[in-house]
Every structure is written in structure tokens, then in C-alpha cells.
């Protein structure tokens, strides 16, 4: 196999890679924040009084979820534009 068709291969598998890093990400985050947001919204119907303190937390929980998918898209940007797999040599 030459060196080309390696490159290929190697960027191939990595575009794979980023569309489930992605994708994965994302249907994982969408469906934490619709359960918490149910969650929430069952907790106030249930005691009103205690809206304030849940949500306060619902926000910080919706930052985490969300950063950590955003952290995943970075990832997955590295891995499109500066690939660390493909050897030094056959850039």
C-alpha cells in the first residue's frame, strides 16, 4: 500500500470518526437536557416554592451538558484539521 492510499485511508476512517463524535454528542446532549427539563418542570409543578433553588441548578447542569458536548466538537475539529494520526512524514 502506498503512502497516498494510506493518507486516504487514515482520513477516511477519520471522517467517520468525527461524524459519530458529533452526532453522538449531540443526540446525548439533547436528550439530558429533555430529561432534566422535564425533570425540573415536574419538581416545581410538585412544590412551587422551591422553583428558585431548581432553577438555579437546571442552568448550571444545561451549562455542563452543553459544554461538554462543545467539547467534544473541538476534539472533533482537531481531529479534522491538524490529525494526529497521519505520521509527520506524510503530510
Do not use: H, W
Not at 1 to 10: E, F, N, R, S, T
Not at 18 to 44: D, K, N, P, Q, T
Amino acid at each position: 500500500m502506498d503512502k497516498l492510499q494510506l493518507v486516504a485511508m487514515i482520513q477516511a476512517y477519520t471522517g467517520i470518526g468525527i461524524g459519530l463524535i458529533i452526532g453522538l454528542g449531540a443526540l446525548g446532549a439533547c436528550i439530558g437536557v429533555g430529561i432534566m427539563c422535564s425533570r425540573f418542570l415536574e419538581g416545581a409543578a410538585r412544590q412551587p416554592e422551591l422553583m428558585d433553588t431548581l432553577q438555579g441548578k437546571v442552568f448550571l447542569l444545561l451549562g455542563l451538558i452543553d459544554a461538554s458536548f462543545i467539547i467534544g466538537v473541538g476534539l472533533a475539529m482537531m481531529f479534522a484539521f491538524a490529525n494526529p494520526l497521519i505520521p509527520g512524514g506524510l503530510r
